[in-house]
């Protein structure tokens, strides 16, 4: 996503500069790249000078373009010393492109390759850059030529241009507010610079072109040139009111799923994580294909005469674990048995790009004693009692696919059946794909007759986190007095495809920045990390991925416990900033006077001063986790007269716990 989110308005933020402290920083910087190669920013000093580049493969009249993206490609991503290496396919085009930061100076140097596996005259290829608006609209443009061709620079006020340049350039420079980018070419490089009005708003787009003319089966060009960013680092003091007197949603506490698929590799991630932090809720799956494949079989009998599916008795034994700790436990099923189903079975996309398979109507009955047998053997044999039960993704069909209107059938038909075999599981309400397709759920919210079926909410936190999209899963469960749990918590659904992303103190940053927003806008129950496995592991080594390192946590761990660390069943409370780059949220129980306030800084270092607790709170203990902190625990702090002071180190998530 392009999210320039924290530029917004930034003119008139500077038009209050005078009051706030800046400093060029030179000793260091980081750039940021993502898992399918486009660059999003450097850093300085910890703030992040934004743009945003993209390999592109463009139609000769412009008419499609296809560029580089998440989720629309299938990249490797590897990280090697100061390099980041990104290799990647665009419709014929085979693509490999290094990012070797240099710290000291702020730059990096791009090399980007292309090998083409067709003959084509129709298609153009180019590195494109994206300058924010908010940033660069006021700004100019400075493009230097060589001297053999006996050009001065020229310039160009952004705001004046109205047409397109097409220049030679051995350098190019874009100065905006407070910022600038340069690139420099090794040699005369032809470039495009637009100004565009697409659905990112009005910016600047820079095409450097990778060939010219047509390009033939099996040629390959190579490009090179750096980027170099500079700019003011803001670090002003940022001010947090806390209002606990603003009471919401009670959260029980940060969970975890625990869907078995690597025999070898789960139990020792599900230890640690067992081991090392408080797991308030679980989410494991119902293997419902090998439970009953033949429709007009008994899987109870089968299985007390001993032919339990190994898979099965161990998705029951993790459930059992799970209960066993405390947990609430919700079941999911993925895959349904053929029977169960209609259409061609599928599990990946087909051609026309639908995932999953309906439920067969005509067996509606079998299907709702299929899966009751499960949770009765369940309750029987294992001693567990299943909180809430769903099927994964169904907007999607990932992998039974259904409408809104047949979601809302399924919750009275198998909700009314559970009750009617003495179950107390209730229907989790959509369980979606991801915050996106919210209105899946429109349909039973607005039939009174599944009211009574419904245990909670659910979505998955893969896409859709523009405030307003959260928003509407808050509404639909403060209309539905119902809690709201995330299913499946994270920020990249694509990235077990490049692990090596996941030790990246971007990536890391990113997910701990989401779940405070969630936990501040949709003020969840609960949010289910995906997962608590070696699947998308929060720990770094022990053979998983092919890294044979001793098995240890990383800064995403750290992070994720240092989330579960705070005390249970605490309510969500109202805390506001107007600082830029800062996300936040507080928790709270006047009664206990217990509060945790959570900060993650996506900025510089700055001291930050927490006004608004109450009397009662006299002392705040402090936790950190950056790329160098492990939860490091702080100084004790001393709160007077409900206000505290504190430093909040750059790029991090610091928690302020009560005793």
């Not at 107390?424 to 899946?440: I, P, Q, R, V």
């Amino acid at each position: 996503k392009n999210n320039f989110s924290f530029l917004k308005n930034v003119e008139g933020f500077f038009l209050v500069s005078a009051v706030m402290v800046f400093s060029i920083q030179h000793a260091f910087s980081q750039t940021e790249v993502e898992a399918w190669g486009n660059i999003k920013g450097i850093r300085i000093d910890g703030q992040l000078i934004e743009f945003e580049s993209s390999l592109q493969v463009v139609n000769k009249d412009w008419s499609r373009i296809m560029a580089t993206a998440l989720e629309r490609q299938r990249p490797k991503y590897k990280r090697d010393g100061t390099k980041q290496i990104v290799d990647t396919r665009i419709d014929s085009f085979y693509f490999s492109q290094i990012v070797d930061e240099n710290i000291k100076d702020q730059s990096a140097k791009v090399n980007v390759k292309f090998t083409s596996k067709k003959d084509t005259d129709s298609s153009e290829l180019f590195f494109s850059l994206l300058l924010p608006n908010e940033v660069y609209a006021n700004g100019d443009i400075v493009i230097t030529a060589t001297a053999s061709n006996k050009k001065s620079d020229e310039k160009y006020a952004i705001n004046k241009l109205d047409k397109n340049i097409d220049a030679s350039a051995r350098s190019i420079k874009f100065t905006g507010l407070q910022q600038d980018v340069e690139l420099i070419f090794d040699s005369v490089t032809k470039i495009i610079i637009k100004k565009t009005s697409d659905k990112d708003g009005n910016n600047i787009r820079l095409y450097i072109p990778l060939q010219q003319g047509n390009i033939i089966n099996g040629e390959t060009a190579q490009t090179n040139f750096a980027i170099k960013a500079n700019g003011t680092v803001d670090k002003k003091p940022i001010v947090l009111k806390l209002n606990t007197n603003d009471e919401g949603a009670v959260f029980a506490g940060f969970g975890g799923n625990f869907r078995l698929q690597n025999p070898k590799n789960d139990p020792q991630i599900i230890d640690y994580c067992l081991s090392n932090m408080r797991v308030a809720w679980g989410r494991v799956e119902m293997p419902w294909f090998l439970w009953q494949p033949v429709k007009d079989s008994n899987p109870i009998d089968s299985a007390k005469a001993g032919k339990l599916h190994p898979h099965v008795k161990a998705s029951m034994e993790m459930a059992q674990r799970l209960y066993k700790i405390g947990m609430p436990v919700i079941l999911t099923a993925w895959f349904g048995p053929r029977w169960a189903v209609t259409g061609d079975f599928s599990r990946r996309p087909r051609a026309n790009g639908v995932w999953g398979n309906p439920l067969n109507v005509d067996s509606l009955q079998a299907i709702y004693k299929s899966i009751a047998d499960y949770i009765v053997y369940l309750r029987d044999e294992y001693g567990v009692e299943i909180n809430m039960f769903s099927f994964n993704e169904s907007d999607l069909g990932i992998n039974i696919r259904q409408t809104g209107e047949e979601h809302a059938a399924l919750i009275k038909g198998l909700g009314a059946y559970f009750k009617s075999r003495g179950l107390k599981t209730k229907m989790l309400l959509g369980d979606n794909s991801d915050a996106n397709t919210y209105e899946f759920i429109y349909p039973a919210m607005k039939d009174a007759a599944t009211h009574e079926y419904i245990g909670a909410i659910s979505f998955h936190s893969w896409r859709g986190w523009e405030t307003k999209t959260l928003q509407k899963w808050a509404d639909a469960a403060k209309e539905m007095n119902l809690p709201l749990i995330v299913g499946e918590g994270s920020i990249d659904a694509a990235a077990w495809n490049y692990p090596d992303i996941f030790q990246q103190q971007t990536y890391a940053l990113k997910e701990i920045n989401l779940y405070t927003r969630l936990l501040s806008i949709c003020q969840p129950l609960t949010i289910l990390q995906w997962q608590l496995t070696s699947d998308y592991s929060p720990l770094i080594g022990g053979g998983i991925f092919g890294n044979n390192e001793p098995l240890h946590p990383g800064q995403r761990f750290w992070n994720l416990k240092q989330l579960a660390s705070v005390p249970k069943d605490l309510y969500a409370m109202s805390i506001q900033t107007d600082a830029k780059n800062i996300s936040c949220a507080a928790q709270g129980d006047k009664n206990k006077s217990a509060y945790a306030i959570h900060v993650v800084n996506n900025g510089a270092t700055r001291t930050a001063t927490l006004t608004g607790l109450p009397s009662s709170v006299k002392k705040l203990r402090m936790f950190t986790t950056s790329k160098e902190l492990n939860m490091k625990e702080g100084a004790v702090l001393n709160v007077v007269n409900g206000t505290v002071k504190f430093d909040v180190e750059s790029e991090s998530y610091t928690t302020l716990m009560t005793e």
